[in-house]
């Protein structure tokens, strides 16, 4: 009796044979039964159908992203349905806006005559949305005052600006969503780039807009020139006159002949007359704290080019009696 060869996996020839008949067979009808249930009509389905605003875009622009699709239950034949389903070859239906930036949001309802004509032969059943929200800007051209970006650059220690930074021009055009602008008020932030400055200094700066917002504004200027003047603050010290006022004849210091210093900053510009001033600590005894029987030491005079002045000792106890 001959050998019959089988297949590595112990199915004969002739059973495999067999086998992909009857798959064969389950395939082309299975397909047939699909071809002709899609031929047919009365289907119902959801689907995501494709929208497309139009609208001036030199005139405005979406500060948000507009909804891409419009969720819509329809009714019709098979065929058209898995068209529209998987968006084979389905052009967007297009929803015109006149005045963009005065609208928030769309009722998709007010919307069903006209996307009934353009899903013609298909049946809108509903509309699932009930909104559809958008944001969208005028576009504007607004003049803005250049301001040094207060996290772009750093002073040395007891360095001053002189006065506010100039800039050259003095006003840079910025152009885009006007809720954008807003944001702005009016002042647009220039990016110094230095760290410890301590010499006075002009600089052309390159302007910038942030990641996030370069795609709804743009600037007509590409950079700016800067400049600022410093003042160097200057420690130093002074041992000050005591000066004692409304004192009665009965109220003396616990430390009688106290030494007291004043520690300050000064202007470079006014150190010459800084050696000039005689300074007295004074004490008045009508603004004493009765509470605890001290008396705060006041610096006199106090010229407008010293800073940050501290007294030590900055009270003094009183003593009552004879």
Known sequence: MPDTKKSPKGISPKKLSNLKVVVLCVAAATTFWILN???????????????????????YIPVEPLPPTLEVEINGNGWDLLRKYFNFNTPPFIINLEQPSSQDYLIPTDLRRELSEFLSPTQI????NDTLKIDIDRIRSVKMRPVLDSMSYSLGKNIRMLNEPEFEPKEITVIGAESILEIY????PVNLDEKRLDRDLTKNVKIEISKELSEFIS?????ISVH?????????????????VNFPRTVHLVEEDPS????YLVDERYTDELKDLEFEA?????QRNRQDSTIAVQVNPMPPFLDQVRVEPATLKLSYGN
């Open 37 to 59: 249930a899609l031929n047919k009509d009365d289907y119902t389905t959801i689907v995501d159908y494709p929208i497309q605003f139009e609208f001036d875009r030199e005139r």
């Open 125 to 128: 059943v509903s509309l699932s």
């Open 185 to 188: 008020d009016g002042k647009f």
């Open 219 to 223: 600037i007509e200027e590409s950079s």
């Open 228 to 244: 600022i003047d410093v003042v160097a603050f200057l420690e130093g010290n002074k041992r000050m006159k005591l000066k004692k």
């Open 260 to 263: 007291i210093m004043m520690y």
């Open 282 to 286: 004074v004490l008045n005894y009508s």
